[in-house]
């Protein structure tokens, strides 16, 4: 089993929305998410998902979260991915965990800004190889 965490939209961790990625993933999301999708086929029932895994490999899960500023609370769910939209978004889950969500103090929260879908800044690294 792999688990990854990656931002969520506003209907992370909401039993009423059908949540997203915030940001595009790649390739190898893609890949598991192809790994999953061959798991949930294998699976009849619920209670065959542990046999189904180990004939599909590796099971891959995302760990959603998303700061609501207005709400002042954090939401996140844990969920296995079944569907990857054209636009890199994953859309569609095999299960979802939504925990409950966790307040926060917003009285000091004008110095962060908000949780608005920018992107975080470009950070370049440098490889070299050495010998």
């Known amino acids: 089993m792999a688990i990854t965490a ?17 940001s595009p993933k790649g390739p190898r999301i893609a890949d598991a998410i192809k790994a999953n999708q061959k798991t949930f086929d294998f699976m009849e029932e619920p209670a065959g998902i542990v046999a189904s895994m180990k004939v599909a490999g590796r099971a891959t899960w995302l760990f959603l979260i998303y700061r609501d500023i207005q709400r002042g609370e954090l939401r996140y769910e844990l969920s296995q991915p079944r569907h990857m939209a054209e636009n890199g978004h994953v859309d569609g889950w095999i299960e979802r965990i939504i ?6 103090d917003t009285d000091d929260l ?22």
């Open 110 to 131: 004008s110095r962060i800004g908000n949780d608005d879908g920018g992107q975080s800044p470009e950070i370049t690294v440098e490889i070299k190889k050495i010998g």
């Open 99 to 104: 925990f409950p969500p966790t307040p926060f």
């Open 6 to 22: 990656c931002s969520g939209d506003e209907d992370t961790g909401s039993k009423e929305g059908f949540p997203c990625t915030r």
